[in-house]
């Protein structure tokens, strides 16, 4: 989770943003959880994946495939993580984020896309990220504007 809330215009920040939880509070509290667990001292040869690990990998797989997904994203761990009894649910309960609320915001910032490929996440959003919004350009020109006449 750390390290994907340390990608300043990652997926997962997007999707926390458009939930209504504050990203940097989030991360702190993320980087306070990682200073107390234990650490592994000595030698350390060999890698191994953790169960919680492997847990979050296999729900984010189920949430692929719920999706309608060819590929694992971004999203799918962080739907994953809230089902995550180490620390996700205390976490999601903490910044008061439900199920119902996490869903919206993933479905808002994927829209109707697929992750179909392995960079999904350059679709997603693809209008307020390239496009511009001329409505709202337009309202804030004749703002202006009328600021400038004298009444």
Do not use: C
């Not at 089902?83 to 919206?104: H, I, M, S, V, Y």
């Not at 960079?119 to 209008?127: F, M, N, R, S, T």
């Amino acid at each position: 989770m750390k390290a994907l809330l340390e990608q300043r215009n990652g997926l997962a920040r997007r999707i926390f943003a458009k939930a209504g939880v504050d990203n940097t509070s989030l991360l702190q509290a993320t980087e306070r959880f990682i200073q107390m667990q234990p650490k592994v001292m000595g030698d350390t040869s060999g890698s191994m994946l953790g169960r919680d690990l492997e847990g979050l990998i296999d729900r984010a797989r189920g949430h692929k495939k719920d999706l309608g997904d060819a590929f694992v994203s971004v999203e799918h761990l962080v739907l994953g993580f809230m089902q995550d009894k180490r620390f996700g649910q205390q976490l999601f309960k903490e910044f008061q984020l439900t199920p119902k609320a996490l869903n919206a915001a993933v479905q808002s910032v994927r829209g109707s896309q697929k992750v179909t490929d392995q960079d999904p996440e350059g679709k997603y959003e693809a209008l307020e990220k390239y496009g511009k919004d001329l409505t709202e350009m337009a309202r804030q020109v004749t703002l202006e504007r009328h600021d400038e006449i004298a009444w």
